[in-house]
């Protein structure tokens, strides 16, 4: 009666070593098994980086979102004026921003104006959105303040505006330059609307790295937004920004019962939250066809072992007459199986982590072969594309893959532990 030993003990994984690293003509490790090592180091390696790829563009979404708009956006529910008109300006804008500055997770609230115009410089022209805003509360506003690129000094912002880099492209204009705004909605005469028309000088140039943001947005002095837009003593909206964007609508009750019932509220998920979840439902359709090439890498090393198996049938008999247990073939050839799933996990990790970690440069290389333009920021709405690895990701993928790797080796190996060492033998 064979005796039993304890699981995988040291002459189980000498016996894998030696089999994993025998010739191809001494019935050692097949060119399919080679196949499937490089099979799942290659789908690891695209499964980290599309996790990863993913990861960046909701971070970078996600970022630019909150780092250049506002968290919540506070508007008058509206009122009727004694003209007969229906206005939603705010009159009280300083008592609200107060209000509203008092409630639990906010971090500050402000007043704002904005206004859709046309830019024009030089003979060109631009439809852009006039953002009026404190210099003091500009400061705040961290993806303008601390941009991916700039030119020229916001601490002049008093003096002039501040333009996107996008808007600064299409109109050629650049700091020192002065840009004409021309609103529809200007002075009324007997003979109509006559249009107003302001110039200002363009202070600084920012590119937040959102093409929305960069080819539209133009900040202006919120005093001299009043004066153009016909809003003295007015406000368009309080913006509000949270301490936890993340969890807006923890904070929306707290906002309202400070502010009071005629108030609106408007978050940034309210806005975006749509496009989010799109890409949450295409990150999840993207990992389910990257974990069938798992499998599909991982099913070669069942095809690599019963080819291992088949080679090494007289070696089995002879072990077996020696002995040896079902349960230590078995877990012989499950070693060689697994390993190949172990290694090539390893492998394809550190080669999806490098290409996430140097993505710029290599993106840059294959822009460089493709002739540019490989990356059209107004279709991706973001100007480069991100990589941002994150522990969670990197073990999704190492788990799915060793799980993979461990269950489609038992079935060959236990081929291999019920062989009946006679009919093993018998030819031999």
């Known amino acids: 009666m064979a005796q039993k030993t304890a699981p995988f003990a040291p002459f189980e994984w000498m016996i894998a070593w030696r089999y994993l690293r025998a010739k191809r003509s001494e019935g050692g490790v097949s060119v399919m098994t080679w196949i499937s090592l490089v099979g799942i180091t290659l789908a690891v390696a695209a499964l980290i980086i599309t996790l990863a790829v993913r990861s960046g563009f909701r971070y970078e979404f996600v970022d630019t979102i909150l780092g250049a708009n506002s968290h919540v956006s506070i508007y008058n529910s509206g009122r009727v004026t004694e003209a007969g008109t229906f206005a939603q300006v705010i009159t009280d804008y300083e008592d609200l921003a107060q209000k509203a500055a008092t409630a639990p997770g906010v971090v500050r609230a402000a007043p704002l104006i904005k ?37 020229g000094d916001i601490n002049r912002f008093e ?22 705004l021309i609103s529809p909605d200007g002075v009324k005469t007997a003979f109509g609307t006559s249009p107003r028309q302001a110039a200002y000088e363009i202070v600084y140039v920012f590119q937040v790295g959102r093409y929305d943001i960069d080819r539209t947005r ?121 390993s190949v799933g ?32 490989v990356w059209d920021p107004s279709v991706r709405m973001i100007s480069r594309l991100p990589a941002r690895l994150e522990v969670g ?8 893959s060793l799980f993979l790797s461990f269950v489609v080796t038992i079935f060959p190996a236990r ?14």
Do not use: H
């Open 415 to 428: 081929r291999a532990a019920r062989m009946n060492p006679v009919e093993a033998l018998r030819y031999e």
């Open 342 to 373: 172990v290694i090539g996990t390893i492998a394809g990790i550190v080669l999806g982590c490098l290409f996430a970690i140097y993505i710029d440069p290599i993106f840059d290389a294959v822009n460089f072969v493709m002739g540019g333009g």
């Open 115 to 151: 206004g859709q115009v046309m830019a024009v410089n030089a003979g060109r022209n631009a439809g852009v959105e006039v953002w009026g805003i404190r210099p003091d509360d500009l400061m705040d506003v961290r993806r303008v303040v601390d941009p991916e690129d700039y030119a």
């Open 218 to 338: 133009v900040y202006m002095p919120f005093a001299a937004a009043q004066e153009y837009f016909n809003r003295e003593g007015q406000a368009d909206e309080v913006e509000v920004i949270l301490e936890d964007p993340e969890n807006v609508a923890d904070a929306e009750l707290g906002i309202l019962e400070a502010v009071g019932e005629n108030a609106l509220l408007w978050t940034w998920r309210d806005s975006s939250g749509a496009f989010l979840q799109a890409l949450e439902m295409e990150d999840n359709v993207m990992f389910i066809i990257l974990s069938v090439l798992v499998l599909i890498a991982s099913m070669n090393i069942v095809s690599g072992l019963i080819m291992l198996v088949k080679n090494k049938g007289r070696d089995i008999g002879i072990l077996r007459t020696m002995g040896l247990s079902e349960g230590s073939v078995l877990r012989v050839f499950f070693i060689c199986g697994a």
């Open 159 to 180: 003096a002039g505006i501040a333009i996107g880099a996008g808007v600064a492209r299409t109109l050629n204009a650049t700091v020192g330059d002065r840009v004409k």
């Open 393 to 400: 990701d990197v073990m999704s993928a190492v788990s799915l």
